[in-house]
């Protein structure tokens, strides 16, 4: 077989694995959105039906304006904080990463196996004694418990920038800093350039977790109207039964602002970043 | 009496600076409450009292009195040993094939991330939804195809294998860290290989795999941290039924500390938890050395 | 003039030396709660209320309405949360020094809370305050007692609950039987198990299967068959439990073996106990054993005509009881602003205030007086039942040494055995009690430290 024919031997499979799967993972999908429109008498239905008539776009207005829940102010508290913590992550993990991928320094690697064991502690071990600690400072019913350690590092987004950066040959600092740049210089306009990707994984990854975390604004903050729509999400379920299709419409509701910025950030994953050799 | 170069002292200060938020935040959001934790755990610190120090006494009720936490572990280990292994592969393949420079392949990255971002309440109630016995999508799928039902979230195994099958639909977060790593893969690299007749499997083995090894390596670490720390998709699901039978270490933890009010005890779950993974962690780090290629040293 | 004038200072000098009377009252309560012609003394200030009841948030907004033009000067933030968290949140607020001035309280979490000083005595308060004290006048005798722990009241009562059964009308017509409210006065559980079996239908799995009844491992209907039958879950002193007793199995006995005969479907697998709403809803459960809080979402039925009626009668006592959640307001401790919260808690014990709750149909209130409102809707037709019901409740009353979720656990899980056949129901209701009891007296071991 000729190249030409390969390719497209190549391209069509590469298409139908991919329409496969998605279609698999689309399903679920399907029926997400298809709750968000069912009225609640459909959700009980035998046998099931795959698609339900009227629409019932009602839902989303409803849950938009179900009394006890300050969606607005809730999403608005999600966009800000979320919007924080991204920042604080760019800030704080690149520069972290830096000092444990770059700088040959004694005892770098074992404290690095801190860093990462620190990743182990799940949220509700530390939730009891950071409450008591952060009553005392008076920090509770703030935005500050939550925000606060992505400006200080959090282990996976460093790992996850570290390991990236462990995959830059050493000569390109080595030959910057022959050049006269020094460490901050290097950071800013060798390694960073390189990183992207990783960063901006970082960067995505940081504002889905800030956007879906549900246990800290549980705890942290009190009020309604400085709650994130994370928790908010949970009045639908009462105590005795689930408002089951105004649960959906308010999830798509929630889901919509990361996915369109998700899809904007796409075109920056370019295929085959060309990092071919030492900058001149 | 200096056993350090200039050179080696001024990399330290450097360094020591550069990590200095990490240090800042790792000692004041996890060291300390983690200190303070391990000294709670040696109290009987509850709901109905002031803590007592009662020494180690809860962590020999762990081991001896109390037959939830082996049941709770051994569910937590066999989900471990599923989903690890099968997250793995998943993501790393689904990552190569939205590697290619097909037209149109946003769309395809667009619909295997958006399952990650639906909020794990809801994402459960789905599922839920899905998996039920009488009313459930899935089920009904299987009776057209003349097979029986299945009793999804009833039983250990068909539980865990729904809860598996969930975090593989939301691994978004996963495929999307291993597409940033095989991008950082120079092309080039590819190019000199098609140059060199080397079929594209023998490239994906040669090339993409040792260079991939970092971020593969952070996965594993991740999954595996992931994997003992299961929870919400547990609790929403089953909430450990019926009869403990989905009951996950941290479920059970979070139930001890929140539901029965002992969070002296539920204290020393945790420490009991962190050692645990603590060691395997190490274990993986010292062989990494052996298999993981780092190219920049 | 000057009698009109002499009459005012007579009236506001009985009415302080009322409250004056009293003894020893806590600082500051005596001047602002004195309820004046003049409302210009009223305090003022912040308050928050915190609940579960996410899905009342338009009846609340209509109590915080009413609280906030009664007194100018108050403030009530209402901060919901969602149930399975409102239990984790209150006690960690309230331990580290803060948490709401008032918050809700169900009534088989009482006495844990009570005993470990999470809640405020307010018998003086109430003492000191007119509104108060008349709203609790007014009460019946069992709920002015409910909320007392050790003697002492630690809390307001504000709604109660009945129970009572929901079933699908047109399932008994078309199997010929009569109508059930019309046998509600005299039928009895072995009338509930034939009726049951009557109305089991099998077909091949899938389309056309119904069945009689829905029996499940929640309290309803353990708790109202065992307090039917005349026995109690706990010994007078609350320290032992007594679920594993030969009474309460024998009392359970016959809905197990109803269940094993097939007339109810499976309750045992099934993640939530919603379940049995859910197939009622579907219409594939004739008869469903219903708290009024139902009511709202079995609403949503379009697709059959349904209806509720009283109880059953135990066979052997004659006597029927329904378990009754009473809800109350309790004040935090840690309060920092007790006159202002005083002073809400006044203007949400008003008729006026409570009878909100009834109107919207969305809660019964522990005030006789403003209840009907509630018991006017369409449907069910036959609404009274519930309110009949009333008439015989029994509060959900635990003890202080089990947490309330870890007991239901515990309870589910020895009845679910049962009812799936894995143990016997006495078997599996005196292993419960046992491991119940040694939960109690670890914690009694806690609390006497």
């Known amino acids: 077989m000729n190249n030409k024919s ?18 698999l993972f689309m399903f679920p999908l399907y029926w997400f959105f298809l709750n968000s429109l069912k009225n609640y008498e459909q959700f009980f239905l035998y046998p099931p039906k795959f698609w339900v008539w009227p629409l019932r776009f009602a839902n989303y207005l409803e849950a938009y304006r179900y009394p006890s829940l300050q969606f607005g102010q809730m999403l608005k508290n999600s966009v800000i904080i979320t919007a924080l913590s991204v920042i604080g992550t760019v800030l704080s993990s690149t520069i972290v990463a830096y000092g444990f991928s770059r700088i040959k320094w004694r005892g770098r690697d ?22 008591s600690i952060y009553s005392k400072l008076h920090l509770l019913d703030t935005w500050i418990p939550i925000i606060a350690p992505f400006f200080f590092a959090r282990p996976f987004y460093t790992f996850m920038i570290r390991q990236s950066m462990m995959g830059i040959p050493m000569e390109m600092d080595e030959s910057a800093e022959i050049d006269g740049c020094n460490v901050w210089q290097r950071l800013l306009y060798v390694i960073l350039p390189q990183v992207k990707p ?4 970082a960067m995505i990854m940081a504002m889905q977790d800030q956007w879906n975390n549900y246990l800290e604004p549980l705890i942290f903050i009190n009020s309604n109207s400085k709650q994130t729509i994370s928790v908010g999400l949970t009045f639908f379920s009462g105590m005795y039964n689930i408002q089951w299709n105004l649960v959906f419409a308010a999830a798509v509701i929630v889901a919509m602002p990361i996915l369109v910025i998700f899809i904007f950030l796409q075109k920056y994953f370019i295929q085959g970043i060309v990092v071919s050799g030492v900058k001149g | 009496m200096s056993k350090w170069s200039r050179k080696e002292k001024k990399q330290l200060k450097t360094g020591i600076l550069m990590i200095s938020p990490w240090l800042v935040g790792g000692i004041g959001f996890t060291l300390i409450p983690l200190l303070l934790a391990f000294g709670m755990s040696m109290t009987n610190y509850s709901f109905f009292s002031k803590p007592k120090f009662i020494g180690f006494e809860n962590y020999i009720t762990m081991f001896t009195k109390d037959p939830l936490i082996w049941k709770s572990l051994g569910v937590t280990f066999i989900y471990a040993i599923v989903a690890i292994p099968l997250q793995l592969i998943f993501g790393f393949l689904l990552a190569n094939l939205l590697n290619q420079n097909l037209k149109g392949i946003v769309v395809f990255r667009t619909i295997f991330y958006i399952p990650c971002l639906i909020v794990v309440v809801s994402s459960s109630l789905l599922w839920r939804q899905m998996l039920d016995t009488d009313f459930g999508i899935f089920n009904y799928i299987l009776s057209w195809l003349g097979m029986g039902k299945i009793s999804w979230l009833s039983q250990t195994a068909t539980i865990i294998a729904s809860a598996v099958l969930i975090s593989l639909w939301q691994s978004g977060k996963m495929i999307i860290i291993n597409l940033s790593g095989l991008q950082g893969i120079p092309t080039s690299l590819y190019e000199a290989a098609d140059l060199d007749g080397c079929s594209k499997l023998r490239q994906v083995y040669y090339i993409t795999l ?23 998709s547990f609790k929403l699901l089953t909430n450990g039924g019926p009869n403990n039978a989905s009951l996950v270490y941290m479920l059970h933890l979070y139930n001890n500390a929140f539901v029965n009010y002992q969070l002296g005890y539920a204290n020393a779950m945790s420490i009991l938890l962190f050692v645990i993974v603590g060691i395997l962690t190490i274990w993986l780090f010292r062989s990494s050395a052996k298999w993981v290629f780092y190219g920049g040293e | 003039m000057k009698k009109r004038f002499a009459a005012l200072l007579i009236g506001t000098m009985l009415v302080s030396s009322l409250t004056g009377c009293t003894g020893n009252s806590s600082p500051g309560t005596t001047e602002a709660t004195t309820v004046n012609e003049s409302k210009t003394e009223k305090a003022g200030g912040n308050v928050t209320y915190w609940t579960w009841q996410t899905q009342a948030g338009e009846a609340e907004a209509k109590q915080v309405e009413y609280v906030q033009s009664s007194n100018p000067n108050l403030k009530l933030n209402i901060e919901y949360t969602a149930n399975a968290d409102y239990w984790t949140k209150l006690p960690v607020a309230i331990a580290g020094g803060t948490g709401p001035d008032i918050y809700l309280m169900t009534r088989p979490s009482f006495e844990l809370y009570a005993a470990s000083g999470q809640m405020m005595d307010i018998s003086d308060i109430v003492a000191n305050s007119r509104a108060l004290s008349e709203y609790m006048e007014k009460l019946r005798p069992e709920l002015q ?39 509600e006065d005299t039928w009895t559980w072995d009338d509930f198990a034939d009726i049951a079996r009557q109305l089991t239908i099998k077909g091949n799995s899938g389309e056309g299967e119904q069945y009689g009844c829905w029996i499940a491992s929640d309290r309803i209907p353990f708790w109202e068959k ?16 007594l679920i594993g007793q030969t009474g309460i199995v024998e009392a359970y006995q016959p809905l197990v073996d109803l269940y094993q005969e097939g007339m109810s479907p499976n309750s045992v697998d099934v993640p939530d106990s919603s379940y049995g709403d859910d197939l009622f809803i579907s219409g594939k459960i004739a008869m469903i054993p219903a708290g009024i809080w139902k009511v709202p979402s079995y609403a949503n039925i379009t697709t059959f005509d349904w209806d509720v009626a009283q109880l059953p009668l135990d066979p052997t006592t004659g006597k029927r009881v329904s378990s009754s959640n009473v809800l109350g307001l309790c004040i935090n401790p840690n309060s920092k602003n007790l006159e202002a919260t005083i002073a809400a808690l006044e203007e949400l014990v008003q008729p006026d205030c409570m009878k909100i709750y009834a109107d919207m149909g969305v809660f019964v209130p522990a005030l006789e007086s403003v209840r009907d409102g509630f018991f006017t809707m ?30 239901g656990t515990l309870q589910n899980n020895a009845l679910k055995n049962a009812l799936s056949g894995k143990m016997t129901l006495e078997d599996a209701l005196k292993e419960a009690n046992e491991e119940i009891n040694k939960v109690m007296d670890e914690n009694k071991a806690q609390f006497n430290q």
Not at chain 3, 382 to 402: E, R
Request: hydrophobic share 50%; charged share 15%; aromatic share 12%.
């Open chain 1, 6 to 23: 390969k390719k497209a031997v190549r391209t069509v499979s590469g298409y139908f694995i991919l329409t496969v799967l998605a279609v």
């Open chain 1, 110 to 131: 074992q404290v690095f196996v801190l860093v990462i064991l620190t990743m182990i502690i799940p949220t509700e071990v530390v939730l009891t004694p950071l409450y």
């Open chain 1, 198 to 201: 990783a960063l901006l994984a």
């Open chain 2, 210 to 232: 040792p260079l991939m090894t970092p971020v593969l390596f952070m996965n594993l670490i991740i999954g595996l941290i992931g994997a003992f720390k299961t929870f919400s």
């Open chain 3, 145 to 183: 007692e409910t909320y007392k722990f050790d003697g002492v009241l630690m809390a307001i009562p504000i709604t109660v609950e009945s129970t009572a059964i929901a079933y699908n009308r047109d399932a008994f017509k078309a199997a010929g039987l009569k109508d059930l409210k019309e046998i």
């Open chain 3, 226 to 241: 065992l307090w039917s039958a005349g026995y109690e879950m706990f010994d007078e002193k609350q320290e032992t439990c």
């Open chain 3, 378 to 407: 369409d449907t069910p037709q036959n609404i009274a039942a519930y309110k009949k019901a009333l008439d015989y409740v029994h509060p959900n009353t635990l003890t202080q040494y089990i947490p309330y979720q870890q007991f």
